[in-house]
């Protein structure tokens, strides 16, 4: 069983800064891709950014230069520091892994239960 949980959501003034983690646990052997996505009120969910085993990190161009991904191997942990916020940077921000567990099992898709983000003056 592998388990995602994410935390650090809150409210912010716009021009704010927020930090969220996201701790996979379980049964694992290799954690391939750790991101996160985001979902808009009344909107889909989107892509915000992703850091793969190799080091790569990939962003959504709304998000460039404001925001930073990063993560900690041994703490299997993934990290988005976000700063200078605005109001549509609002939404349930998830995080999105990519495994193989210790079983040989991958699991492509793996969400957390998402944590809320508020940027309002």
């Known amino acids: 069983q592998v388990q995602v949980v994410e935390s650090g959501g809150g409210s912010v003034q716009p021009g704010g800064s927020l930090n969220l983690s996201c701790v996979v646990s379980?049964?694992?052997?290799?954690?391939?891709?750790m991101g996160w996505y985001r979902q808009p009120p009344g909107q889909q969910r989107e892509f915000v950014a992703d850091?793969?085993?190799?080091?790569?990190?990939n962003y959504a161009d709304s998000v460039k230069g404001r925001f930073t991904i990063s993560r900690d191997n041994a703490k299997k942990t993934i990290y988005l520091t976000m700063s200078n916020l605005k109001p549509e940077d609002t939404g349930v921000y998830y995080c999105?892994?990519?495994?193989?567990?210790?079983?040989?099992?991958?699991?492509?898709?793996?969400w957390g239960q998402g944590t809320q983000v508020t940027v309002s003056s």
């Open positions: 850091h793969t085993l190799s080091g790569t990190t």
């Open positions: 379980g049964s694992i052997f290799t954690i391939y891709t």
């Open positions: 999105n892994v990519f495994v193989r567990s210790t079983s040989g099992e991958t699991f492509h898709d793996l």
